[in-house]
């Protein structure tokens, strides 16, 4: 079992910034992709970025520019530094984590519990 432990989030300005990070703890053997997703109310699920194992990032495009991902591997933690926020990326944002096992071919997703991100006009 992995658990994701997510901090950082909080009430800012538009224009402003804020760093969110996710710890991953647990029975770990590799940690493929790590990612950050968003839910505004009323809205779906989204994906904001993800970085795999080999250092490869993608983001919505509504964030590009503004937010840069980050992993540290020996602490298997995943950073999200978002900049010149907007008052449309308020939303909660999800930790997300796909993990692999020895001798099982398969990925196990794990999601943090959420933190809400509030941007004001």
């Known amino acids: 079992q992995v658990q994701l432990v997510e901090s950082g989030g909080g009430l800012v300005q538009a224009g402003g910034s804020l760093r969110l990070s996710c710890a991953a703890s647990?029975?770990?053997?590799?940690?493929?992709?790590m990612g950050w997703y968003r839910q505004a109310p009323g809205k779906q699920r989204e994906l904001v970025a993800v970085?795999?194992?080999?250092?490869?990032?993608n983001y919505v495009d509504s964030v590009k520019g503004r937010f840069t991902i980050s992993r540290d591997n020996a602490k298997n933690t995943v950073y999200l530094q978002m900049t010149s926020l907007k008052p449309e990326d308020t939303a909660v944002y999800y930790c997300?984590?796909?993990?692999?096992?020895?001798?099982?071919?398969?990925?196990?997703?794990?999601w943090g519990q959420g933190t809400q991100v509030t941007v004001s006009s």
């Open positions: 997300k984590a796909d993990t692999a096992r020895i001798g099982v071919p398969t990925t196990f997703r794990y």
């Open positions: 647990g029975s770990i053997f590799s940690i493929n992709a």
């Open positions: 970085i795999t194992s080999n250092g490869s990032t």
